[in-house]
């Protein structure tokens, strides 16, 4: 893991195309802007597992195999 250490207004670039913004610190909390092109998709950490464990559960249960076979 790379840690970097950034303040107010301060951004960041990943990939040549991502740029996250230091927007506000209070207290322990920090608010960040992300610009990113369109089809890079971005989720909280939280909500990306949850999709992950879903489309794991979709698939352990068969229904992706039938939607397969549909087109």
Known sequence: ??????RKGEALVVNNN???????IRGDQIKIGIS???EVPIYRK???LQIQEENKAAMASGKAEKLKDIF
């Open 1 to 6: 893991m790379l840690a970097l250490t950034r």
């Open 18 to 24: 991502i740029e996250i913004t230091v927007l506000e």
């Open 36 to 38: 990113a092109p369109k």
């Open 46 to 48: 939280e909500v990306y």
